[in-house]
């Protein structure tokens, strides 16, 4: 499995996000569009992080790797999807900071990334969200699919990954008899 591979895609991705942080630092769009821009490129980015992992468990599957393996590809999925929330969550910042209530006030582009790395964290344990609030629909939107996107890799995919690989194995058996 080329590790390098998948974390260069996936930095592209992640790039999406900073491109929206230039437009909305060039002010090219209204605030309104760009809010719209960070969320439908939050889908796409969510969308495309599913479908190559639904690729790569598939080829993991059919090729009966460690599994140790399969849990170092599902880390590095995890930390993106982190990442690029993140970086989401900062982009709507960004465009209007009263879309976030409860960070301190004169914070980096560095602090602010780390507030919202543990936001997104946070989210992912399920520890809720401490002081920060998603305040938009537009925050909340990405909360829900940060949300949806952990619930669906861990409670679908790392709790029972055995039983789900050896559906796999048998289904794929039945369709060559």
């Known amino acids: 499995m080329n590790y390098k591979e998948i974390i260069v895609k996936y930095f592209i991705i992640i790039l999406g996000g900073f491109f929206i942080f230039y ?5 090219i769009l ?4 760009t809010t719209l821009l960070v969320v439908i ?18 080829e993991i599957s059919m090729k009966n790797v460690a599994f140790h393996k399969f849990l170092i590809f599902m880390f590095i999925n995890v930390m993106i999807l982190i990442i690029s929330f993140s970086v989401d969550f900062l982009c709507l910042y960004e465009i209007n900071p009263s879309n976030f209530e409860g960070l301190p006030k004169n914070l980096s582009y560095g602090e602010l990334f780390f507030e919202f790395i543990y936001l997104s964290m946070l989210g992912f344990n399920n520890l809720g969200f401490y002081d920060v609030v998603p305040k938009s629909m537009a925050a909340r939107t990405l ?23 050896d559906s796999i194995v048998e289904l794929k058996k039945k369709k060559k008899e």
């Not at 952990?150 to 039983?163: A, H, P, R």
């Open 23 to 27: 437009l909305e630092n060039k002010e």
């Open 30 to 33: 209204e605030s309104h569009y």
């Open 41 to 58: 490129i939050a889908l796409i980015k969510l969308g495309m992080l599913f479908f190559d992992s639904y690729n790569k468990i598939m």
């Open 143 to 165: 909360v829900i699919l940060e949300i949806i996107s952990y619930f669906l890799t861990i409670v679908f995919v790392l709790s029972d990954f055995v039983s789900l690989k």
